[in-house]
T-cell receptor
Framework: AQSVTQLDSHVSVSEGTPVLLRCNYS??????LFWYVQHPNKGLQLLLK??????LVKGINGFEAEFKKSETSFHLTKPSAHMSDAAEYFC???????????????FGKGTKLSVKP | DGGITQSPKYLFRKEGQNVTLSCEQN?????MYWYRQDPGQGLRLIYY???????QKGDIAEGYSVSREKKESFPLTVTSAQKNPTAFYLC????????????FGPGTRLTVL
């Protein structure tokens, strides 16, 4: 069964410094992996998606993530944090079985990013 | 504008009352989903529907019911059987052939007093 683990429940950085949000996944198949962002009391917005085309995936707002199969990781990074990046981030894996993707998603518990001025 | 709308944004109900949360999409998406979000728990799937007039239970369906009479609409009823209904509820949709990406509505915060 697929699963995803976000290694930090809360990350705090200073504005202008790099951001690293860590995610490990478990999947017996070639998964689709996502990062979503949620600002307080809002819906989720897709940041980026990995679907095996390229291991380094670029997303919106300067974020990117690298798929590392040997480490079963999909960490999210950004070179320089902005105050507007403060939000909760979810690492997500697609639910699949031998019949292929069913379209359902499995969510990590989220990482809350704080950005200090 | 195309998108997913959920109404109302905030909802208050007395304990023991059923309440229905609305989710409408004009994206022509086939699949629709309901999630529950609690602090520190991520999103948990309540129900989903791949096509009209068909739906399946997710991981935490007990105490909830849905219908899918129209492609655009997927209302969720929180019944009195749901032991702890206070939560943030998110609706999502996915197009056929669009991969696994789901698109989310703005959510409804339900508080049961």
């Amino acid at each position: 069964a697929q699963s995803v683990t976000q290694l930090d429940s809360h990350v705090s950085v200073s504005e202008g410094t790099p951001v690293l949000l860590r995610c490990n996944y478990s999947s017996s198949y070639s998964p689709s992996l996502f990062w979503y962002v949620q600002h307080p009391n809002k819906g989720l917005q897709l940041l980026l998606k990995y679907t095996s085309a390229a291991t380094l995936v670029k997303g919106i707002n300067g974020f990117e993530a690298e798929f590392k199969k040997s480490e079963t990781s999909f960490h999210l990074t950004k070179p320089s944090a902005h105050m507007s990046d403060a939000a909760e981030y979810f690492c997500v894996v697609s639910e699949e079985n031998y019949g292929g993707s069913q379209g359902n998603l499995i969510f990590g518990k989220g990482t809350k990013l704080s950005v200090k001025p | 504008d195309g998108g997913i709308t959920q109404s109302p944004k905030y909802l208050f109900r007395k304990e023991g009352q059923n309440v229905t949360l609305s989710c409408e999409q004009n994206l022509n998406h086939d699949a629709m989903y309901w999630y529950r979000q609690d602090p520190g728990q991520g999103l948990r799937l309540i129900y989903y529907s791949q096509i009209v007039n068909d739906f399946q239970k997710g991981d935490i369906a007990e105490g909830y019911s849905v219908s899918r009479e129209k492609k655009e609409s997927f209302p969720l009823t929180v019944t009195s059987a749901q032991k702890n209904p206070t939560a943030f509820y998110l609706c999502a949709s996915r197009p056929r052939g669009g991969g696994d990406t789901q698109y989310f509505g703005p959510g409804t915060r339900l508080t049961v007093l």
